[in-house]
């Protein structure tokens, strides 16, 4: 299969675009102490200029009020975004709202779509995807929140972990075992439940990088459900096939993660070489020093084999489809993640304490990252799909293939006649 990652002109001319809005119009944001409101306001005037330059929602097709650009693009627009953690929300693409609005494209009745994907896309609302709970690891089959159908109404229990914007959205979508006695990967079903109905207590959760919770854009929760109630109609897609509707989400997600991981990577990697040029030490500048070389040779290489990695994974989804790259998009994941550490600790090893300190972003970027390696799956879950379906394609054998004896026993059988004759003419 041959592959191509070219793009159009006037694509490219997009993605220049959004090199400078991000870095003159979105970058100021970060150093001022907004919080979640405050930024929402700024932002808003910044997203009816990415709107009018075709860039808004680009991760859904034209008919659902995005722009179809595709996997590929979109992974490389997604590589500018990455710089900045505001820069999704302005472009109208962040998580969770992203993946949840593919959702409801994929599964969603008309009426489900009109009421809460098209206002999710325009900006009017919010959203949180919650799925996992505390315990669980990366094994969905144990989850314990349920909700039984009672006349026209489900009803919903249970507790849910790290769910993103919970406590801002204005409706989760819930992964919810309805159908207990099913196989283990058709238990589950999802719901749209609005974030007023009774019965819903949010606890904000401090992260590694936001102790305090006071991200302008992402907060996290630990949610209770307590006989919460939502009509029958709520349920999105079939009854036991949430399994199935979240590999959806989170397949071409990864891709985003992914690219945005590359763009983390590339504004680190121009902090530590603007360093590695600035700074002299025993004699010298630091870009002289043989170790600081290495770091700065093997940087770039790992930026860019994550990156060809990723969009290649793109051009294959939007060739063939996700299911036919679940190898892809698994491998990089884990890639991506130890790529994305190492680059922000040379970058941080590079500025000494001037990068451990608050005065520069690495220290926070350094901190996220850690958190890459966990959500979406461990990456040692990732590995073991990578292993376990390389390896199927292998079969047992008593004697290695490329055992150099058994070869040359079989081609001196097959080049007898050849070989007699060569020896008779000498």
């Not at 063939?320 to 941080?348: C, F, N, P, Q, W």
Request: proline share 6%.
């Amino acid at each position: 299969m041959t592959w191509d990652f070219s793009t159009e002109p006037e694509f490219e001319a997009k993605l220049d675009w959004a090199r400078g809005f991000v870095r003159d119009e979105i970058y100021p944001l970060e150093v001022l102490d907004l919080d979640h409101t405050e930024f929402r306001r700024l932002a808003a005037p910044l997203q009816r200029q990415v709107k009018e330059h075709g860039l808004w929602a680009a991760h859904l097709g034209p008919d659902l009020g995005g722009q179809g650009y595709g996997q590929l693009r979109l992974g490389l627009l997604h590589e500018i975004l990455g710089t900045s953690e505001l820069a999704p929300y302005v472009f109208g693409c962040q998580a969770p709202d992203s993946g949840n609005a593919e959702l409801l494209a994929i599964a969603g009745t008309d009426e489900q779509r009109q009421r809460w994907m098209h206002p999710l896309l325009e900006g009017r609302l919010l959203s949180a995807f919650s799925m996992t709970e505390q315990g669980t690891g990366s094994d969905p089959r144990q989850f314990t929140t349920s909700a039984r159908l009672e006349g026209g109404e489900w009803v919903l229990t249970g507790r849910k972990w790290f769910v993103g914007n919970a406590s801002r959205a204005d409706f989760h979508i819930v992964m919810a075992v309805t159908e207990p006695d099913a196989p283990p990967h058709h238990r589950m079903s999802m719901l749209i439940v609005p974030a007023d109905v009774p019965g819903i207590e949010t606890r904000e959760l401090g992260l590694m990088n936001d102790p305090d919770h006071r991200n302008p854009v992402w907060s996290h929760c630990e949610v209770a459900y307590q006989d919460v109630r939502v009509p029958a109609e709520n349920l999105l897609g079939a009854r036991g096939e949430a399994f199935a509707l979240a590999q959806k989400r989170l397949g071409p997600g990864r891709i985003h993660h992914c690219m945005r991981w590359i763009g983390v990577c590339r504004r680190a990697f121009d902090m530590l070489c603007e360093r590695a040029v600035s700074i002299s030490v025993h004699g010298g500048p630091l870009a002289e020093k043989q170790t600081v070389q290495n770091w700065v040779a093997d940087c770039a290489a790992a930026i860019e084999s994550a990156r060809l990695l990723t969009l290649h994974t793109a051009w294959k989804i939007d060739q063939v489809g996700a299911s036919a790259a679940r190898t892809e998009i698994a491998m990089i994941k884990y890639h991506g993640a130890t790529v994305l550490h190492d680059v922000i600790d040379r970058a941080i090893q590079v500025h000494g304490s001037l990068g451990f300190s608050t005065d520069m972003p690495l220290e926070q970027m350094y901190r996220w990252a850690r958190a890459a390696r966990i959500y979406d799956g461990p990456d040692e879950v990732h590995r073991v799909t990578v292993a376990r379906r390389l390896l199927k394609g292998y079969q047992p054998v008593p004697v290695p293939t490329e055992h150099v004896p058994t070869r040359r026993a079989a081609a001196l059988e097959r080049f007898r006649d050849h070989l007699e004759l060569a020896l008779a003419a000498r």
